[in-house]
């Protein structure tokens, strides 16, 4: 774990700033806040990457439910979801599996062939 997720950011927080409280924790080797359309303010939440999982967690136990520029954050582990498969519909995916017409499903760079009866 050497990403975390930032929560309840204040909205007029740069990545500078964020850069700046936590490396005190550590070395970050990068920092992402999202802008809104706008470009004026961030989305609220960040994220935050450290060189070693120890510096993650040290910022962690220290910044979680703290007050940072006036907003008590929420500090996570950053989750990296393995089952893309209950995205919504309708929605971009970057599915594990994909099918073409020939019914093969492609894995990882694998191919591998699928046979199935309709009962």
């Known amino acids: ?22 490396s005190e924790f550590g070395e970050v080797v990068n920092v992402n ?9 961030n989305k609220g939440f960040a994220l935050l990457e450290f060189a070693k999982a120890d510096q993650a ?24 979801p393995f089952d893309t498969q209950k995205k919504r519909k309708g929605t971009k995916s970057d599915a594990i599996f994909t099918q073409n017409q020939s019914e093969e499903f ?13 009962l």
Do not use: W
């Open 1 to 22: 774990m050497k990403q975390v997720y930032i929560g309840n950011l204040p909205f007029e927080c740069t990545s500078n700033q964020l850069y700046e409280y936590a």
């Open 33 to 41: 806040v999202p802008m809104k359309s706008d470009g004026l303010s």
């Open 57 to 80: 967690s040290k910022f962690l136990d220290f910044a979680h439910e703290r007050e940072f520029m006036g907003r008590k954050i929420r500090v996570q582990v950053k989750h990296f």
């Open 106 to 118: 492609k894995i990882k760079g694998t191919f591998i062939a699928v046979s199935y009866t309709h």
